[in-house]
């Protein structure tokens, strides 16, 4: 049985990833924030860590927990936005930060943490789930948060890519797409159940030969 770990896990796209990959019999390994979060992904089979990926001793101590445990697909999903739409004058710094603490240094601490257990699996995959707003070739200005952090994750994967390759580990930035989330908003065109059947398409295609790409959720490269 195959197993992958799921960061930010309660909601979202992480809980349709959860429920998806233990519907079809994953053992799925989830990382909350909460105790009211665990309790809902608990119902669905899943082994919840509280583990904020902000919080280097919580990430010690999941790594503890989970040592020697092979982990075939590894998906840094946790993310937040911040502020939407800051104009220059306007920018929110406290905001930047926090955003950047969540989405760039959260997976590379999740990634260093957890790096021998995906090594000791069969599929040895990490998945950094990113955005095509991180895409600084299809830049369009008008958004510094959000967007940087994203490039900036991107980055991180494709040095992991890099340097994990000796030891056949795949690595990719994957963007769901604008799917209607509390983040993406009601307008957002892809229901979560559609994007994350993408995402997982690409994630069960993925060999070494595609390590250190960027793929939107219909198998699409995007630029970087």
């Known amino acids: 049985m195959p197993t992958v770990l799921i960061t930010g896990a309660g909601r979202g796209l992480g809980y349709e990833l959860a429920r998806q990959y233990a519907a079809d019999g994953w053992k799925v390994v989830g990382t909350v924030r909460n105790a009211k979060a665990k309790a809902v992904l ?121 340097d994990l390759a000796r030891r056949g580990i795949t690595v990719v930035s994957l963007s769901p797409g604008w799917v209607r989330t509390d983040m993406g908003g009601e307008d957002a065109p892809l229901a979560p159940e559609t994007s994350i059947r993408g995402v997982r398409k690409v994630i069960a295609g993925l060999s070494l030969e595609k390590s250190g790409k960027f793929f939107n959720h219909d198998g699409s490269a995007i630029p970087w």
């Open 42 to 162: 608990a119902k669905l089979g899943v082994d919840v860590h509280l583990a904020d990926v902000t919080d280097r001793k919580a990430i010690g101590r999941l790594a503890e927990s989970l040592k020697g445990i092979p982990i075939d697909v590894l998906v840094c999903n946790a993310g937040i936005h911040g502020p939407k739409e800051l104009p220059l004058g306007e920018l929110d710094y406290t905001s930047w930060e926090e955003v950047l603490r969540v989405n760039v240094l959260g997976p590379a601490a999740v990634v260093e943490a957890l790096l021998e257990n995906v090594a000791a699996s069969e599929r040895k995959i990490i998945v950094m789930m990113s955005s095509r707003m991180g895409s600084i070739g299809e830049s369009r200005g008008g958004e510094y948060l959000y967007p940087s952090s994203k490039a900036a994750l991107n980055m991180i994967g494709k040095a992991l890519s890099v």
